[in-house]
């Protein structure tokens, strides 16, 4: 049993790319994953992704907006898992990410609602003042999390074997198919003894720690 935890930008450029890719490497190895999502946002985080953007020749000048809507993608995603649960709120996650990949400027809150119909969600009900208190709670204990297993940057991948030892294997920012096939592949999950196959990515050890 793997325990995989993806660390992305709610609106990000490479993660709904990178959480297709693990998908495939689990499914291509038939091996059992428990996969926790959690998306994080901060100043860091947007301007990276804000500079990938440019860099694909994605025209983003309004810097703010893109600001506010990763800020508001967040508060929506805990929202949802508030009313309807953790399956709910990625399924609105990857279809906003999706539409977003390749033109932030699509963003809108027509857009946020159509994705709602679709996953029949009650747009009125997930924007409830009332559930602020919960949804700040939820994010805080996201971050915190992000915080005691040192990432950095979005996306960041941290891959337990339950069979094996207590390290985890923590990947930051893409990695390609046949390097994450090896590391999946590996049966305790050392760090050591991946240099040399995942050299193009950041690896780092990280100590064992579970999501309660």
Known sequence: MFEIFLFVNPIGIYCYDTELLI???????????????????????????????RKEGQKLTDVSKYTMASFQTLHIYHAIKFE????????YLVELQQALNVNFNLYSENLQRKIAKKLNLDFNKINNPKANKYIDKSIKQDMELAEKMNVRNTPTTIIYNESGNYNGILLEGTVAHDKLIKVLKHDSCLLENFNEETKDCDLRKTNHLRLI
Do not use: H, S, W
Not at 24 to 41: K, V
Not at 84 to 91: E, F, I, P, S
């Open 23 to 53: 998908k495939q490497a689990t499914n291509e190895l038939n091996i059992d994953t428990c996969f926790n999502y959690i998306p994080i946002t901060n100043t860091k985080v947007i301007t990276a992704d804000v500079i990938r953007r």
């Open 84 to 91: 309807y649960g953790n399956k709910k709120a990625r399924a």
